[in-house]
C-alpha cells in the first residue's frame, strides 16, 4: 500500500510503498477514507519531543486522524466487523489498565503503544490503510451517514476540545471562555463551547482565522498583533474568562491565557510547546495562587466518551464538517504539512481518497 513516510525531520514526507498491516488478534484493520492534517502531525515532522522523550522517529507513517471502513478484524474482537464505520482515538488505549477501567484510558499506562501515528508499533494513518490495536475499547463505531471528512475532523482536535472543556475545565453555560490560538483545536473549542452554552473570546494574529471564529460563533475578536490581549479579554469578559484555553502551544499564548483567567478560573493546555520552549514555560505562579487559578492539561478524548460527543454531533449542536477548508490526496499531504511551518493553514484540512 502507499503511505507518506517521515525519512528526515524537517524534509518531506516520503510517498512510498510499504507492508500491508494486519490485524492481530484483539485488532483491526481500517480502510482509511479519511484522516486530518493536525498540528501535532507538524510537531512531529520536525522532531519536536525530544525534552519529553517524545521525539518521532524516521520511519514512521504519520497520521492520528483517521476514519474509515473496517476490512479486517482479528479473532477476539467481538463489538466490530468488516464493514463497520469507525473512527480512531490518537491515545490508542489497552483497556484493561486502572486508568481505561475508569474511564481515562486516554491516559493509559497499559503495557500498549499509546499514541497512534507516533510510534514505531503504532504506525499511523497517512496511508491507504491502518491498524487499531484493542479495537472492542478503541473504535468509535460512526452513525450511518457521516462524512467521513466530517468523523476525521472529529479527530484528535475536536476530541481534545470536547474533553478540556467539558471534562477537564467543566465549562458551564453562560461562561466565558478565552481561546488563544484559532487553528483546528481552537475553532473545535469555539464550536462546542457554544454548544455547551459558553460566550466566547478569540484571540489570534491572523484576519482569516479571526473571521472563521466569529463565523463559528466568537462574540469577542482580539488581534493580539494589535493590542494586550490579557486585557482585551478581561475587559471584553468583565474581570476575566472563567475558563482560558492555549491552543497553540507558545511561551507567549500559554502565559496569556493563564493571565487572562479570573479569580478561581482554570486555565487549558492543549497546544503542544515547541523546540522554542522545550517542554517548560514559565509562569506567574505566586499571582496564580492568590487568585487560586487552577492549570489543566487536556490530551485527547477517553473512548469511553465517545458516545456524548457523538450525541451533539447527531442533535446538530457541533458540525466538525464547517471546519473542513481544505481536502487533498495523499500526496499532497507532504507539502500540507509543511506549510503549517509559516502558519499557512486555516481551519482543519484533511486528506481524502
Known amino acids: 500500500m502507499r503511505a507518506a513516510v517521515l525519512r528526515e525531520h524537517g524534509e518531506p514526507l516520503s510517498i512510498e510503498d510499504v507492508p500491508e498491516p494486519t490485524a492481530d488478534p484483539e485488532g483491526v484493520v481500517v480502510d482509511v477514507e479519511a484522516c486530518g492534517i493536525c498540528r501535532s502531525d507538524w510537531h512531529a515532522w520536525m522532531g519536536h519531543g525530544e525534552w519529553a522523550d517524545d521525539a518521532v522517529d524516521p520511519g514512521q507513517i504519520l497520521g492520528h486522524e483517521p476514519a474509515g471502513r473496517v476490512v479486517e478484524a482479528g479473532d477476539r474482537v467481538e463489538t466490530l466487523a468488516e464493514g463497520d464505520r469507525v473512527a480512531l482515538p490518537f491515545n490508542l488505549a489497552c483497556g484493561s489498565c486502572g486508568h481505561c477501567r475508569a474511564g481515562h484510558g486516554n491516559v493509559c499506562t497499559g503495557d500498549h503503544p499509546h499514541a497512534l501515528g507516533f510510534e514505531r508499533s503504532a ?164 499571582w496564580m495562587t492568590r487568585h487560586e487559578v487552577s492549570f489543566l492539561g487536556a490530551r485527547g478524548m477517553p473512548p469511553t466518551d465517545a458516545d456524548d460527543l457523538l450525541s451533539l454531533l447527531a442533535s446538530d449542536a457541533v458540525d466538525p464538517g464547517a471546519l473542513v477548508t481544505r481536502e487533498v490526496s495523499l500526496d499532497e499531504v507532504p507539502s500540507r504539512l509543511a506549510a503549517m511551518s509559516d502558519y499557512d493553514t486555516v481551519g482543519v484540512e484533511v486528506m481524502t481518497k
Open 123 to 286: 504506525q499511523g494513518a497517512f496511508a491507504e490503510r491502518v491498524h487499531l490495536p484493542s479495537a472492542d475499547y478503541n473504535a468509535i463505531r460512526l452513525p450511518e451517514g457521516v462524512d467521513p471528512r466530517d468523523a476525521a475532523a472529529l479527530g484528535c482536535r475536536f476530541m481534545t476540545a470536547y474533553n478540556a472543556l467539558d471534562a477537564r475545565a467543566g465549562l458551564a453555560a453562560g461562561e466565558w471562555l478565552a481561546v488563544h490560538g484559532c487553528g483546528g483545536v481552537g475553532l473545535s473549542a469555539i464550536q462546542i463551547a457554544r454548544a455547551l452554552g459558553a460566550r466566547v473570546v478569540a484571540v489570534d494574529v491572523r484576519e482569516s482565522a479571526l473571521d472563521a471564529a466569529a463565523d463559528l460563533g466568537a462574540e469577542v475578536l482580539v488581534d493580539a498583533s494589535e493590542t494586550d490581549p490579557v486585557e482585551e479579554v478581561r475587559e471584553a469578559t468583565e474581570g476575566g474568562a472563567h475558563v482560558s484555553l492555549d491552543a497553540l502551544g507558545v511561551a507567549e499564548t500559554c502565559r496569556n491565557s493563564v493571565r487572562c483567567v479570573r479569580p478561581r478560573g482554570a486555565h487549558v493546555q492543549v497546544g503542544l510547546t515547541t523546540d522554542e520552549e522545550k517542554g517548560e514555560v514559565s509562569l506567574p505562579t505566586d
